[in-house]
């Protein structure tokens, strides 16, 4: 049964509704003012609130959802609790039930755990659920840069002016643009699948809106998005990765260097004495004291004339250069 106000209650007494003496009544002035107070002291009071109970509302103020992160809540909450309430406002067509303004990741992460969830509960339309949304939004160090810009582009989608979109983020009109220009050049499943991209700012953002203005370089983009490997990165790797197939730039993986090539030389009776090995930047001498005892260090005294005599060898090998 639904719990009557007190103000309800002491207007609609059984003496006044039976025609009985009427009860002496408060000024009006001092009726409003004591039903306005006990409305913010409601409005103020953190309720209980079944999950199930709640929709969603407002705007997509989160690109994509960090999976170490959101683990982190629920067993945070798990543990310790919700201790910072949700902020909901009544359904305005399905009474009984309840539209999220803020906290998406708090009711996501108690709905999966199976708890209630801790909520105020404000009588807003549509333009202060807006406004209560973005001045949130605005208190989070943790929303980058394209989050705030997709935010704004949705606002301008829903029909609200530049002004309700700076006060709602508390920018300046200057700012407005900007976040804009970015925020409308793509398309919310494109950002959804790069997520937050949260080291990734504004110029970065910028030269890939400047890269989308080519047909060509916009679709080798989002074909890239759809490659499987794409979600083995985090989020400003998704960025990267897109930005380079926007460029044009390949990314196959280059094949490695062939490896060395090593064998071993042998001496006079036909035993190892050293190891050759050679690479593409040419090649090493190894001469090991186990295989010869004794002749490692024969050859550091006469490396300069061993190398003189093998020198003058090659030399004399070469074909003669004609002569002029």
Known sequence: MARKGILSTALSSPAASAGGPKPKMMPRGAVGALQ??????????????????????????????????????????????????????????????FEIVYGRRRLMALRELGMAVKAMVRQLDDHALVMAQGQENTSRLDLSFIEKASFAAQLQD?????????????????????????????????????????????????LLVKLFQDPAARARAITRTNRPDFTTFDSDGRFEAVLTHAQGVSQEVKAPPAPPKTRALPGSNGAEVAGIKTTAKGITLTISGKHAPGFDAWFDENAEEIMAELHGRWQQDQPEQPED
């Open 158 to 206: 829903g029909g609200y002016d530049r002004q309700t979109i700076a006060a709602a983020l508390s920018i300046d009109l200057p700012m407005v643009s900007r976040m804009l220009k970015v925020g409308t050049a793509f398309e919310l499943p494109f950002l959804r699948a790069i997520g937050s991209a949260p080291g990734i700012g504004r110029d970065r953002w910028m």
């Open 36 to 97: 306005s107070s006990l409305s913010k002291l409601q409005e103020s009071a953190v309720q209980e609130i079944d999950a199930a109970l709640i929709d969603d509302a407002g705007y997509e103020d989160r690109l994509g959802l960090d999976g170490a992160a959101h683990n982190q809540l629920k067993e945070s909450l798990r543990t310790y609790g919700q201790q910072v309430p949700v902020l909901l406002r009544p359904h305005p067509k399905a009474p009984g039930r």
